[in-house]
């Protein structure tokens, strides 16, 4: 089994910026992908971010060029900076950790972006 807790949600303004935090722990094998995806009300679940254990990283078009994720040395908790924030950029953001076996998700953080 593997555990996320996820940090960093709240409220920003149009133009600012927000950082969440995954930490993982339990059953972490060395090679895996973590990422971040949301849901917005009523649409369905997109990616945002993801990044491997070898550090290669794909990003989703919306996000592409304002968000950057990262993970640290350990390679248990990634963290998803996150720049120029949108309205749109509202939703429900969900941390993912998929090893050879399975995957696993994060209770979820809210990120509202709102003047």
């Known amino acids: 089994q593997v555990q996320l807790v996820e940090s960093g949600g709240g409220l920003a303004q149009p133009g600012g910026s927000l950082r969440l935090s995954c930490a993982a722990s339990?059953?972490?094998?060395?090679?895996?992908?973590m990422g971040w995806y949301r849901q917005a009300p009523g649409k369905q679940r997109e990616l945002v971010a993801t990044?491997?254990?070898?550090?290669?990283?794909n990003y989703g078009e919306s996000v592409e060029g304002r968000f950057t994720i990262s993970g640290d040395s350990a390679g248990n908790t990634v963290y998803l900076q996150m720049n120029s924030l949108k309205p749109e950029d509202t939703a429900v953001y969900y941390c993912?950790?998929?090893?050879?076996?399975?995957?696993?998700w994060g209770q979820g953080t809210q990120v509202t972006v709102s003047s």
């Open positions: 990044i491997t254990s070898g550090g290669s990283t």
């Open positions: 993912n950790y998929q090893s050879p076996l399975r995957g696993y």
């Open positions: 339990g059953s972490i094998y060395n090679i895996y992908n």
